[in-house]
């Protein structure tokens, strides 16, 4: 690849959203959040003004116009992921949007946060960094406690439902879940901010984060008749809890299948699974996920967990015109971390190594686009390598849960355990 290839200009001071495009911002978000009959429920924010922060959990795009539609008409700033600006990089900066590298450390986001805030006006934040696998929370940043005790601006939780219920990140087809509902909460003021310690705030944001769409929308009543609901869930629940295979499960309509041994689930209206014969593993999606972690956390700390070397293609991302096809590699992702590794098109060679400290988590995509398949996204400040690996031994979801746990225990072995909901 060029060398002097452009890059994402990450110095770039955050726009204040242009005063035209702030009804525009509403205009866009009205129609989804009235289609779903969105409720809001606001609690001890009535009254605040700009500036502050606001978190948010993640779990569809509906989110952000759920979060539009909570602050409006007060301006704000969101911190998205790069792959958001391709081929639209002016108009996300003027409507406020400040771009990230995915679980990256960047000191130049942290001066542009404080120039929101300087500004006046709302910074929004979506911590958990990607949608969630299974309509419930993923692991929070540790460092995210300092990061709100050094704004000393009011800390606001802004925590969706239904979002996942409507628009799987494993299958994005909108089923017309509604009503949903947001909790718009003031965590902390900044008198608060300054008598806490960091650790706890941070335990005041993991618990604010908890939640889990699949117990909402059972609790609620909530049908969900698309013919499809199945298709795409299989990506999430890789492994039998009947016969103990991985990368076996498929899905067709409303069942996921096991192929090794035959046996079947139906995904039923109410969001919950039952056996078509024998027993019920798990009726409850999240049971079944948490179940898959418990396996690679076994695997992890017993010293048996590896990828083994995958055959992938590899595209690069270093700013928001388009992807660039690096070419072909190799991929491996063990106690060491991930390490992937080709030759490009103009026959140099490229790499990128994410050992296990530099990684709490990894961003993955199912069918990315619609025509490239799983992915794994790696990043550092200044590209991001889309890395697909070939056949059908590997699930990108296995890697993802590995990656937090290789974490965890790496930390555990340094004596710096992570905190429960942290990394």
Request: overall charge neutral; proline content about 5%.
């Amino acid at each position: 690849m060029d060398k002097n290839i452009k890059r994402f200009d990450r110095k770039a001071p955050p726009v204040r959203t242009k005063w035209y495009l702030r009804p525009l911002t509403y205009v866009l978000s009205a129609p989804d959040t009235k289609k779903h009959k969105l409720k809001i429920t606001k609690t001890g924010v009535e009254g605040l003004k700009p500036p502050y922060l606001m978190l948010c959990n993640h779990n569809a795009f509906m989110d952000f116009k759920a979060a539009t539609m909570a602050i409006y008409p007060d301006r704000a700033n969101y911190i998205v992921a790069i792959d958001g600006f391709i081929g639209r990089e002016k108009l996300l900066r003027d409507v406020g949007c400040i771009c990230k590298r995915k679980f990256t450390s960047d000191i130049t986001l942290i001066r542009n946060i404080k120039k929101v805030i300087n500004n006046g006006d709302i910074c929004i934040i979506y911590p958990e960094a990607r949608y969630s696998l299974c309509g419930t929370t993923a692991i929070l940043p540790e460092s995210l406690g300092e990061l709100c005790k050094m704004l000393g601006v009011p800390v606001v939780t802004f925590i969706c439902h239904g979002h996942h219920i409507n628009s799987p990140f494993w299958n994005l087809h909108d089923r017309g879940v509604r009503p949903t509902e947001a909790e718009m909460t003031l965590l902390f003021t900044p008198e608060q901010l300054e008598a806490a310690g960091k650790d706890e705030i941070n335990d005041a944001l993991v618990k604010a984060f908890q939640y889990d769409d699949y117990a909402w929308q059972k609790q609620r009543g909530i049908k969900v008749t698309y013919k499809k609901r199945a298709e795409g869930l299989h990506k999430v629940l890789y492994q039998c809890p009947h016969c103990g295979t991985e990368f076996r499960m498929t899905s067709q309509n409303d069942e996921l299948i096991c192929s090794a041994c035959g046996k079947k689930w139906r995904y039923l209206t109410d969001g919950t699974l039952e056996a078509e014969s024998g027993e019920t593993e798990f009726s409850h999606i999240p049971d079944w996920y948490e179940w898959e972690r418990a396996n690679v956390r076994e695997q992890v700390r017993t010293g048996k967990y590896t990828s083994g070397e995958l055959d992938v293609h590899v595209d690069s991302l270093p700013n928001a015109d388009r992807f660039i096809r690096l070419g072909g590699g190799k991929l491996i992702h063990d106690e060491n971390g991930f390490r992937v590794w080709g030759t490009d098109s103009d026959g140099d060679p490229f790499e990128m190594v994410k050992d296990v400290l530099s990684l709490y988590s990894c961003h993955i995509e199912y069918e990315y686009l619609g025509k490239y398949g799983d992915c794994i996204d790696l990043n550092t400040l200044d590209d991001t390598f889309y890395i697909y690996p070939h056949g059908t031994d590997f699930s990108v979801t296995k890697m993802a849960l590995a990656t937090e746990e290789l974490y965890r225990f790496k930390r555990e072995q340094a004596g710096r355990p992570c905190r429960p909901g942290l990394a």
